[in-house]
C-alpha cells in the first residue's frame, strides 16, 4: 500500500479512536425525552436536583470514556497484529492520548468538565436559597454562562462558568459534535472575575 493509503488509514484509525471514547457525552443525553426538565440550549438553566443529577450522569460518561478507550486500543492492537498497522496504529494514538490527556487532571491540570465539587456547588447555592441567607424573598438561581445568578434580584450567587449540560445544542448537531470534539464538554468562557474593591 502506498503512503496516501497509508495515512489514510491512520487518520481514520486517530479519528474512530478519538471519537469512540466520547460516544456517551456527546449523544446519550441529547434526545428531546432527556430534557423536558431543562430550558432549551442556549439559555440559562435553572438549578434543580435534576440539573445536579444531570452534572453526576456527564461526570460518570466522562470518566467512563476510560473503558471505552481500553476497547479501542484493544482493537488497535488487534489491527496493529493482524490487520492494518497504519490502522490500528490510528486507533492506539488517538485512544491513549484521550486517556493520558484525562489522567493529568489528577496531576494538577484542568480538571474534568464536570466535577463532583461541581455538583457539591450546586446543591449548596440551592440550599443557601431556601435558607435564611437567601438574596431576596423569591430567589431562582439559575445558571449562566459565567456564573450562577439570581433572576429575580440578580445577585451573583457562584462564580461558575457553565460547562455543557447534554442538552440538545441549537447549532445542528454536525456543528454541535465538532464543538463539542474540540472543547470536551469544557465551558467557552471563565468564570466572572471577582469584583475587586474598586468596582464594589
Ligand atoms: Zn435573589
Same mark, same amino acid.
Given at each position: 500500500?502506498?503512503?496516501?493509503?497509508?495515512?489514510?488509514?491512520?487518520?481514520?484509525?486517530?479519528?474512530?479512536? $478519538?471519537?469512540?471514547?466520547?460516544?456517551?457525552?456527546?449523544?446519550?443525553?441529547?434526545?428531546?425525552?432527556?430534557?423536558?426538565?431543562?430550558?432549551? $440550549?442556549?439559555?440559562?438553566?435553572?438549578? =434543580?436536583?435534576?440539573?445536579?443529577?444531570?452534572?453526576? $450522569?456527564?461526570?460518570?460518561?466522562?470518566?467512563?470514556?476510560?473503558?471505552?478507550?481500553?476497547?479501542?486500543?484493544?482493537?488497535?492492537?488487534?489491527?496493529?497484529?493482524?490487520?492494518?498497522?497504519?490502522?490500528?496504529?490510528?486507533?492506539?494514538?488517538? =485512544? =491513549?492520548?484521550?486517556?493520558? =490527556?484525562?489522567?493529568?487532571?489528577?496531576?494538577?491540570?484542568?480538571?474534568?468538565?464536570?466535577?463532583?465539587?461541581?455538583?457539591?456547588?450546586?446543591?449548596?447555592?440551592?440550599?443557601?436559597?431556601?435558607?435564611?441567607?437567601?438574596?431576596?424573598?423569591?430567589?431562582?438561581?439559575?445558571?449562566?454562562?459565567?456564573?450562577?445568578?439570581?433572576?429575580?434580584?440578580?445577585?451573583?450567587?457562584?462564580?461558575?462558568?457553565?460547562?455543557?449540560?447534554?442538552?440538545?445544542?441549537?447549532?445542528?448537531?454536525?456543528?454541535?459534535?465538532?464543538?463539542?470534539?474540540?472543547?470536551?464538554?469544557?465551558?467557552?468562557?471563565?468564570?466572572?472575575?471577582?469584583?475587586?474593591?474598586?468596582?464594589?
Amino acid at each position: 500500500m502506498g503512503l496516501v493509503g497509508t495515512m489514510f488509514l491512520f487518520a481514520l484509525g486517530a479519528i474512530i479512536g $478519538h471519537v469512540s471514547p466520547r460516544l456517551p457525552t456527546l449523544f446519550m443525553t441529547r434526545p428531546k425525552g432527556f430534557n423536558i426538565r431543562f430550558s432549551s $440550549h442556549p439559555d440559562p438553566v435553572e438549578l =434543580s436536583p435534576y440539573l445536579t443529577q444531570r452534572v453526576l $450522569h456527564l461526570r460518570t460518561f466522562y470518566w467512563s470514556s476510560f473503558l471505552l478507550a481500553g476497547i479501542v486500543m484493544f482493537f488497535g492492537g488487534v489491527s496493529l497484529r493482524w490487520g492494518s498497522a497504519g490502522f490500528g496504529f490510528g486507533l492506539w494514538v488517538a =485512544s =491513549s492520548w484521550t486517556i493520558l =490527556s484525562r489522567l493529568q487532571a489528577f496531576l494538577g491540570g484542568r480538571p474534568a468538565p464536570w466535577t463532583h465539587a461541581m455538583a457539591v456547588e450546586l446543591q449548596s447555592v440551592m440550599d443557601a436559597s431556601r435558607s435564611e441567607i437567601r438574596c431576596c424573598s423569591h430567589p431562582v438561581p439559575v445558571w449562566q454562562q459565567q456564573c450562577i445568578q439570581c433572576s429575580s434580584c440578580k445577585a451573583v450567587l457562584s462564580r461558575i462558568a457553565r460547562p455543557d449540560l447534554g442538552r440538545k445544542r441549537s447549532d445542528g448537531w454536525v456543528a454541535a459534535t465538532l464543538r463539542l470534539l474540540i472543547t470536551d464538554g469544557h465551558p467557552f468562557t471563565d468564570p466572572l472575575p471577582e469584583l475587586t474593591l474598586e468596582q464594589e
